[in-house]
């Protein structure tokens, strides 16, 4: 099972970034597909899921309206848009698969990618 994140970057603030994460080695049907982040210092957070196969979203409350967690099962891939970036969005940016809850719980995932920086200047 691979989950392979990509899409990081260094942008201003106000700007906007794409995160994908392309799953592979299972089906996810079944599965919540979910985005944290975690900063120097701090504990991972959750910032996105969504489920693979209806399709409903979730997001913290620090990034509703700005982020939008969508998927492509034609292409296995989970994408994360990011618009109106702040600096205090720095960090990085992990996928993650789970089929436990509450999924908003990093230690309930099963599967996971390796990160992805996102870099967000002032």
């Known amino acids: 099972v691979q989950l392979q994140a990509s899409g990081g970057g260094l942008v201003q603030a106000g700007g906007s970034l794409r995160l994908s994460c392309v799953a592979s080695?299972?089906?996810?049907?079944?599965?919540?597909m979910g985005w944290f982040r975690q900063a120097p210092g701090k504990e991972r957070e959750f910032v996105s899921a969504v489920s693979w196969r209806v399709g409903t979203t979730y997001y913290a409350d620090s990034v509703k309206g700005r982020f939008t967690i969508s998927r492509d099962n034609t292409k296995n891939t989970v994408y994360l848009q990011m618009n109106s970036l702040k600096p205090e969005d720095t960090a990085v940016y992990y996928c993650a698969a789970t089929r436990n809850f509450p999924f908003v719980v990093a230690d309930r995932y099963d599967y996971w990618g390796q990160g992805t920086q996102v870099t967000v200047s002032s």
């Open positions: 080695g299972r089906t996810f049907s079944s599965y919540v």
